[in-house]
Antibody
């Protein structure tokens, strides 16, 4: 079955960097686009970024553009989110989510999330 | 900046019917936004309910249905049950490689 396991979260100071990983299994990782979605404590979901199946296309939300970089290593079945110049407001649970393979623009599987806390 | 709107909260009686909506701050929601709906309980990852406006995800009970109502996407729960008490999120595809979530609706069943 599809499994997505995020890691790399923790406490980091404002202005510093952190890299999140999402290990995928149970499907052909190299065939599917992947997303990052975040959720600040007690708040709603926010879409962060998406990467195409082969890494050739990437899009991100304005709130993280220029600071966060989404990437993937298909040989390792792993998705990444490099987060630079972190801000207090980036504090959130970060979920990776698999894009559907039907071209219907939805998230069909989600990981359990990893918590990033930006605090001095 | 595109804002996707949802009711902050809603209440339904057990066995009742409730319709949650998902709109745009400017313009109408259409099927070309491929609206999808997700259910989330505290401390858990979201669960997919509906995609592409009205298609139920695998294993989702048929008391959940999706549609376009007027200029909004809608999620209807018919015969609400106690374990439907959750947060519900819609998300729209903005056709520029960008997805935008609504702020979520907290549904109370009482």
């Amino acid at each position: 079955q599809v499994q997505l396991v995020e890691s790399g979260g923790g406490v980091v100071q404002p202005g510093r960097s952190l890299r999140l990983s999402c290990a995928a299994s149970g499907f052909t990782f190299s065939s599917y686009g992947m997303h990052w979605v975040r959720q600040p404590p007690g708040k709603g979901l926010e879409w962060v970024a998406v990467i195409s199946f082969d890494g050739s296309n990437k899009y991100s939300a304005d709130s993280v553009k220029g600071r966060f970089i989404i990437s993937r290593d298909n040989s390792k079945n792993t998705l990444y989110l490099q987060m630079n110049s972190l801000r207090i407001e980036d504090t959130a649970v970060y979920y990776c989510a698999k894009r559907d393979g039907s071209g219907l623009y939805w998230f069909d599987y989600w990981g359990q999330g990893t918590l990033v806390t930006v605090s001095s | 900046q595109t804002v996707v709107t949802q009711e902050p909260s809603f209440s339904v009686s057990p066995g009742g019917t409730v319709t949650l909506t998902c709109g745009l701050s400017s313009g109408s929601v259409s099927t070309t936004h491929y609206p999808s709906w997700y259910q989330q309980t505290p401390g858990q990852a979201p669960r997919t309910l509906i995609y592409s406006t009205n298609t139920r995800s695998s294993g989702v009970p048929d008391r959940f249905s999706g549609s376009i109502l007027g200029n909004k996407a809608a999620l209807t729960i018919t015969g609400a049950q106690a374990d439907d008490e959750s947060d519900y999120y819609c998300v729209l595809y903005m056709r520029s490689g960008i997805w935008v979530f609504g702020g979520g609706t907290k549904l109370t069943v009482l």
